[in-house]
């Protein structure tokens, strides 16, 4: 609560200004511009003073007027889907960084009720200056033109997309690397419960079956339709369930899926990971709620949100800039949801 007495209306309800700030912390108007606008010119001691001062004052900058002021909105708009957690921990991550480069965030979902068009839409109505879609499920022609229309960042879109900046991770390595973890702890018989149509699905689905034929398994790869959510796992499970013999492995395309196929597994007396091992995607932060800790391939949110962000500004302060791909390394996450195949 602000004490009245400090305030320089006198608790009148006068909303404080940066010239309050100002005399409050001992220095120039000028500087506290300076410090509000994360400019050089002012010292690290100097510029906590000003902090300090504004936030006993309760001030907080008039952000629409330097909107006016510059013809500048200074704002990401962010596309996700609701209920997936990894994008999530996209967003988590998106702030902070978007913050230490000066930038607010707008966030606009999509739902079974709202598609990218309108989610997108609303963004550019909103008069964000960039944007970053999560796992955007448009084809690459879509994204192209609305890359011709705006400064746009993607997090897993289409490889084929040229017109926008695209940060990924390589499936091709990540579905590997959960491969090579059940091949060398003994499985043979491996399914993939692919995502559909959903993002990235098609490169899981493929380095799937490139990782197997890789390791003399080609004959034994076989992919289940599914998708990014638990009742895809449930789903695929109980098929499995009703054959005659289970998988020794199943690898899901994301952590949700592989939720689903726990849940199944653990409703039907399955003991996991003696009698079947279970491999997610993702290591969002479900992942560790899971009854079973869920072995997983981590893609790193975090990191993948810096370059998001830096690489949407990068556009904007230089638009001859060509749009790029990065490529980020994922990592096997081995937890308690893998074991060596029942003899």
């Not at 726990?262 to 479900?286: E, I, N, Q």
């Amino acid at each position: 609560m602000i004490d009245e007495s400090t305030r320089p209306d006198g608790g009148n309800g006068r909303r404080p200004t940066m010239t309050d700030v100002a005399r409050a912390a001992g220095v120039s108007r000028a500087l506290v511009s300076l410090v509000f606008r994360n400019k050089p010119g002012a010292g690290e001691e100097t510029r906590q003073r000003v902090l300090q001062a504004a936030d006993r004052l309760g001030y907080r900058p008039d952000t629409a007027a330097r909107m006016l002021a510059s013809h500048r909105s200074r704002t990401l708009g962010v596309m996700l889907t609701v209920h997936q957690p990894f994008q999530a921990d996209l967003v988590e991550a998106i702030y902070p960084e978007a913050e230490r480069l000066g930038y607010d965030v707008l966030l606009s979902a999509t739902a079974p009720s709202r598609d990218e068009a309108k989610a997108v839409e609303a963004l550019l109505s909103h008069r964000c200056e960039a944007l970053i879609l999560l796992g955007p499920r448009a084809a690459a022609d879509l994204l192209d033109e609305l890359g011709s229309r705006a400064v746009v960042t993607a997090i897993n879109a289409r490889e084929d997309a040229t017109r926008l900046d695209n940060v990924r991770t390589a499936d091709e390595a990540g579905v590997g690397q959960a491969v090579d973890h059940l091949v060398a702890l003994g499985h043979r018989d491996i399914v993939h419960v692919d995502g559909g149509d959903e993002p990235g699905s098609a490169e899981r689905r493929g380095a799937y079956r490139r990782a197997m034929d890789a390791r003399g398994l080609g004959g034994r790869a076989r992919v289940l339709p599914g998708a990014h959510t638990e009742q895809a796992g449930q789903d695929a499970a109980r098929r499995l369930l009703d054959e005659a013999e289970l998988p020794t492995a199943v690898l899901a395309s994301n952590d949700r899926c592989a939720l689903g196929l726990l849940r199944a597994f653990a409703l039907a007396d399955v003991d996991v990971p003696a009698k079947v091992s279970v491999v997610g995607y993702d290591d969002s932060h479900v992942s560790h709620l899971a009854p079973v800790a869920l072995t997983t391939i981590r893609q790193d949110a975090e990191e993948m949100a810096r370059h998001a962000v830096r690489l949407a500004v990068e556009r904007l302060e230089d638009h001859s800039r060509t749009p790029q791909q990065v490529v980020l390394d994922p990592k096997l996450v081995s937890r308690g949801s893998t074991a060596p195949p029942p003899r």
